[in-house]
């Protein structure tokens, strides 16, 4: 079957339009629900993988209308920061990759001309996000309360929140080495890569320098341990590298060009001179200032230019590399004559033990390598071999004896005071770098800079945190792990940096005009100003209204306001707290921590939000999809071939919303082929026009069963279970009415009508397509559970007809008969089916099968039956799956069984005889149990 999806689907989309489905406004007669997804980034076109959580949020939204609330689902974008200026300059620039990934995605020749301002390429995609992805996807949203970070209005809004701050002492100003574009200033590095094209993941390191005097100059080695320098046996160059004189602060150092290039954003005084030729000082000794000491200088090529300062101070007793670096150099005469070392002179290097630690001796590092059986620096298992050896001495070690005053003292606390001596002497500095290589979008390295009078959000106010961590614990959030991990990262949120100098998109700071709120901090009480945007966009208040006294009424409650507020903050009051939003995985850490502070910070104790749901990523084979990367399908290509309930069925049904699913285009195209048998099943079944049977009942049994089960799902948005049932089961169900003879139209009506409003939270045009009522699905009403239509014997019954017919099947295949002239069924004994209930009640108790049979046989009718009793309990207990899920009466059995008769005389074309196992000898006869006749093939 092929159906018109994009026919089906633009008749619909029309017809929600036209009934307004997804405006929102007060209804004080109703309950509410105020659900978001974190609104996405302008910088480029969204794909399959973003509409994974926007479908859940629609589908949610969906089954909470279809449950009588009132529903406010608004959207916006978060276009703040440098990601449109950066698309814009290579529209300009006519980056060729760049404009084939415009044309690719369906963008016309004349609207890329177009594109050259920030102001366009923000324009262009508001319109493309909401009329081509989120319309088109049959979103229900309150179209008219659209905004976008970048708007006047929204800057008001983030201006009076800053104000809040600073009233609540929660903003303050200090010096900070942030992460910077060298072109554009201050960038966020974290997963959600807002700003950043490449090293989400980089974390910030501090490095301790140490100088080693040689002749007139100092070698800068970097390290993150400084409670090692007692076990100092040498200096690590690569003499493959570039390095540098560089002059700082009136001294003259040694150290690579990359690492002096950093270090000019970090000091005042840095003036990069003439290179360094290292091979000179290769073999020499250089004085450790630390420990006043003169150690070697030695080749090692695992040193890297960008790590540090391209100087690696080497303690092999606790480094891994340091230990293998030296190994290699003692073994290998050669490669020491190479560069004029005395190979005797290095194999007189000796380990020096610096740390005791828990399960390890002297020398850590070789013993661990030794155990990992590592022979060369090229082995990736020195990166475990330094995890372990670096996380057991942080956690457990303790100084040793030859490390002066810091003997007997924790690594943990003698690595802090061995840091601050030497930066108190002199002999040490701070150098800040990142861990990984890091790309702005506008495609300039990242750096880490200096900021004297940097602005931050007092995250570390001890009051706020824990106001915070209690208030998440009366949230709702999914999964229940991050939930469970949400305190502890809370507790470890410090203070963040807020603003940026520099040419950047947002709000300006109301403080100090020079500055630009950052885009995560602009993005944290934002479900508010839904509530405000709609009176914008419809022109009952203008940006002139939007005064701290506008928004400390609406908000806060604070003072009278003028007359045309009063709706805005009735709105206010009637809709929020915000009950529900979503987000992407990469905001555990980031956007959810700072969204629940910033509004226990600023807003009243009961507006606070509700809940949130974390969705994980759909990625494509070889990893993240990435929108501004280009590589993954365009969403109106997707919709044209799979078609939109197709793909929303896939996002709900192809994993938990808690782990990343791969998008296969296999997979999706089975989701479409499963929504066109169900629209297939659907047109059969309205052809139909008869009695009703035996059947009916079960039907109408299981559906309302059905019901009960999706209730279930949906307690926590289960949206995987509500579309296998749905989609699945109750399909499986209509299939088997349908080959049982059911063509009741008064029962297919009622099934119908009942299925596609179950349907219409996932699929919602083939939930319209297939409704028969001049009403709306997606304005009607969840269905109820009628508890008078669910009859567990009708259900027992059909359960057993479809048991004994896998079982014919399976006997004649044994018996390898090509047609049977007879069957015969035999029902078990009256009496097994008073001993299946006892046991199936005992069961539940206790599995010890001796007080499970004292129990049975205190039953006078059991007693009787001794032998055959215990072999029976023995069976069961054994095996409990053979117990039915309701067990009948052997009367119950006969009838569902006499009343299937034509059914199975149907099926396979032959006799069929229906007898109680008391009325014949037959071996078969006595093999019957409940819910499983005897069967016998002629």
């Avoid at 390290?223 to 493959?240: A, K, S």
């Avoid at 950047?504 to 508010?528: C, H, K, M, Q």
């Avoid at 555990?588 to 507006?607: R, S």
């Amino acid at each position: 079957m092929n159906l018109d999806w994009n026919k089906l689907q633009d008749k619909w989309q029309k017809q929600w339009e036209k009934a307004e489905l997804g405006k929102a406004s007060v209804s004080k007669d109703k309950d509410k629900f105020f659900m978001i997804f974190a609104y996405p980034g302008i910088s480029g076109f969204l794909h399959v993988g973003h509409m994974r959580g926007f479908s859940y949020t629609d589908a949610i939204c969906r089954y909470e209308r279809l449950k009588g609330k009132e529903v406010i689902f608004p959207v916006g974008t978060h276009a703040s920061g440098n990601q449109a200026i950066s698309f814009a300059n290579k529209v300009k620039n006519k980056d060729q990759d760049w404009i084939n990934y415009l044309l690719n995605n369906g963008c016309p020749q004349k609207k890329i001309k177009e594109l050259t301002t920030p102001e366009k390429i923000i324009e262009y995609f508001n319109g493309v996000y909401v009329n081509d992805y989120w319309k088109k996807f049959g979103f229900l949203c309150d179209w008219e309360r659209f905004t976008c970070t970048t708007f006047p209005d929204y800057e008001k809004f983030i201006q009076w929140q800053f104000k809040k701050l600073l009233q609540k002492d929660l903003l303050v100003q200090k010096p900070y080495f942030a992460t910077a574009c060298i072109v554009h200033g201050p960038v966020a590095v974290d997963p959600s890569e807002t700003d950043i094209s490449k090293g989400g993941n980089a974390e910030k390191n501090e490095y301790t320098l140490l100088k080693f005097k040689f002749e007139n100059f100092y070698l800068v080695a970097a390290t993150l341990r400084p409670e090692t320098i007692y076990g100092q046996t040498n200096l690590w160059v690569n003499p493959e590298i570039k390095y540098l004189h560089v002059e700082v602060e009136g001294e003259d150092w040694i150290m690579s060009r990359e690492a002096a290039e950093k270090l000019q954003y970090q000091k005042d005084e840095v003036l990069l001179k003439e290179d360094i030729d290292i091979k000179r000082f290769i073999g020499k000794k250089a004085k450790a200032s630390s420990i006043e000491k003169e150690i070697i200088i030695l080749p090692a090529t695992f040193v890297h230019a960008d790590v540090g300062t391209g100087i690696v101070t080497s303690v092999p007793s606790d480094a891994p590399y340091d230990y293998v670096a030296l190994r290699t150099l003692q073994e290998n005469p050669q490669l020491c004559k190479a560069y004029n070392l005395n190979p005797q002179e290095i194999k007189n290097i000796s380990l020096i033990p610096i740390i005791k630690t828990k399960g390890h001796g002297n020398f850590p590092a070789k013993e661990v390598v030794e155990k990992l059986n590592i022979r060369s620096l090229a082995d990736p298992k020195l990166e475990e071999a330094t995890k372990e050896v670096y996380k057991a001495g942080h956690h457990s070690g303790v100084m040793a004896e030859n490390c002066g005053k810091y003997a007997g003292k924790k690594v943990e606390e003698a690595k802090e005071l061995i840091k601050a001596e030497l930066l108190e002497s002199g002999k040490g500095e701070v150098f800040h770098d990142l861990s990984e290589e890091v790309i702005c979008r506008c495609g300039n390295k990242v750096v880490i800079k200096r900021i004297d009078d940097q602005w931050f959000i007092r995250y570390s106010d001890q009051a706020l945190t824990e106001r915070s961590k209690e208030h998440a614990k009366e949230m709702n959030i999914y999964p229940k792990e991050y939930k469970e991990n949400l305190p502890s990262i809370l507790d470890w949120f410090s203070d963040r940096a807020c603003t940026r100098l520099g040419n950047w998109l947002g709000s300006r700071f109301p403080f100090d005009e020079n500055w630009i709120v950052e885009p995560i901090s602009d993005s944290t009480l934002y479900p508010a100003y839904y509530i405000v945007s709609k009176f914008i966009n419809n022109d009952t208040i203008s940006l002139h209204d939007l005064s701290e006294e506008f928004f400390d009424h609406v908000f806060l409650g604070v003072g009278e306001g003028k007359k045309k507020w009063k709706a805005i903050r009735e709105e206010f009051q009637y809709f929020y707290p915000l009950d529900l939003n979503l987000g992407g995985k990469e905001h555990q850490t980031v956007h959810f921590p700072v969204f629940i502070m910033n509004h226990v910070g600023i807003l009243p104790a009961d507006k606070w939000p509700k809940g949130i749901l974390v969705n994980w990523w759909v990625t494509g084979k070889g990893g993240k999809i990435s929108k501004s990367k280009g590589g993954a399908e365009p969403i109106p290509n997707a919709i044209e071939k799979y078609g939109v309930d197709a793909m929303r069925l896939y996002y709900a049904h192809i994993g938990s919303p808690h782990i990343d699913v791969v998008w296969t285009e296999e997979v999706v195209l089975n989701y479409k082929n499963a929504l066109e048998r169900v629209y297939a099943v659907a047109e059969e079944l309205r052809k139909a026009d008869g009695n009703k049977k035996a059947v009916d009942q079960w039907l109408l049994s299981r559906t309302h069963q059905h019901i009960k089960t999706c209730n279930k799902a949906m307690e926590q948005y289960g949206l995987r279970d509500l579309a296998s049932m749905v989609y699945y089961t109750m399909y499986d169900d209509l299939k088997w009415y349908l080959r049982r003879g059911g063509e009741n139209k008064n029962t297919i009506n009622e099934v119908l009508a009942i299925w596609t409003r179950l349907m219409n939270p996932i699929t919602p045009h083939l939930s319209e397509e297939l409704n028969d009522s001049k009403e709306l699905v997606s304005a009607s009403s969840w269905p109820k559970a009628d508890e008078k239509k669910i009859s567990p014997t009708a259900e027992a019954g059909e359960e057993l007809v479809r048991t004994t017919i896998d079982g014919m099947r399976n006997v004649l295949n044994l018996a390898k008969l090509p047609k049977p002239r007879k069957f015969t069924l035999f029902v078990a004994e009256d009496w097994s089916y008073e001993l299946f209930n006892l046991v199936s009640k005992e069961i539940k108790v206790t599995r010890n099968i001796g007080e499970i049979m004292r129990r049975i046989l205190e039953e006078e009718k059991m007693k009787i039956k001794g032998k055959e009793v215990s072999k029976i309990v023995m069976s069961l207990v054994k095996d409990a799956s053979k117990i039915p899920s309701l067990v009948t009466t052997q009367k119950e059995e006969l009838a569902a069984l006499k009343d299937a008769k034509a059914f199975f005389e149907k099926e396979f074309e032959c006799k069929i005889e229906i007898l109680r196992a008391e009325d014949s000898q037959h071996a078969k006869a006595q093999s019957a149990m409940p819910g499983k006749p005897g069967i016998l093939v002629e």
